[in-house]
T-cell receptor
């Protein structure tokens, strides 16, 4: 079974530039999550989709971050304009919707450096 | 407000011995607790979970213990192996298809 795919793996940009990340979840997983992991901290949820609807985006800085999940499969996360404090690893995860199943499967992440 | 805390940033254990990683939480509404392992430049990998209605779950060398009254859980690895060297994250969930709330991680080093 193929895992969660993410691209690019690394990205370096100047502040005020824009950047986009892509995620392809495990086939059949209805729920998709984007987490931000700042160095020395645990991952923190940015946004959660169920199929192509948003379940939770309470921690997403909506003035600069946006995300979409077209057709309930792939997802993109965009930052525009980027700030220095956006330097982090952006992790995509997916999961089934099945009672008692709480495990989330993570992709390798995209490491973003904002200069 | 950190709802899940891992107070030990690092731990060093000799190969063959027991590794004990600890985690505390503050929100009594969490239904499940999970442990993830993370190698550099990789995403977190699921290890083991426990429901809030249980106090112990075992999977091979890994055992998780939950003390609800103390809001504390621990991961035991026996015996520890060099390949276990990684960062371990404790996470809490409100249930199926719920977000995970992570601790800050504990770096485990298993020495020869």
């Amino acid at each position: 079974e193929a895992g969660v795919a993410q691209s690019p793996r690394y990205k370096i940009i100047e502040k005020r530039q824009s950047v986009a990340f892509w995620c392809n979840p495990i086939s059949g997983h209805a729920t998709l999550y984007w987490y931000q992991q700042i160095l020395g901290q645990g991952p923190k949820l940015l946004i959660q989709f169920q199929n192509n609807g948003v379940v939770d985006d309470s921690q997403l800085p909506k003035d600069r971050f946006s995300a979409e999940r077209l057709k309930g499969v792939d997802s993109t996360l965009k930052i525009q304009p980027a700030k220095l404090e956006d330097s982090a690893v952006y992790l995509c995860a997916s999961s089934l919707i099945r009672t008692g199943e709480v495990e989330q499967f993570f992709g390798p992440g995209t490491r973003l450096t904002v200069l | 407000d950190q709802q899940v805390k891992q107070n030990s940033p690092s731990l060093s254990v000799q190969e063959g011995r027991i590794s004990i990683l600890n985690c505390d939480y503050t929100n009594s509404m969490f239904d499940y607790f999970l442990w993830y392992k993370k190698y550099p430049a990789e995403g977190p990998t699921f290890l083991i979970s426990i429901s809030s209605i249980k106090d112990k779950n075992e999977d091979g060398r890994f055992t998780v213990f939950l003390n609800k009254s103390a809001k504390h859980l621990s991961l035991h690895i026996v015996p520890s192996q060099p390949g276990d060297s990684a960062v371990y994250f404790c996470a809490a969930s409100g249930g199926t298809a719920s977000k995970l709330t992570f601790g800050t991680g504990t770096r485990l080093q298993v020495t020869l």
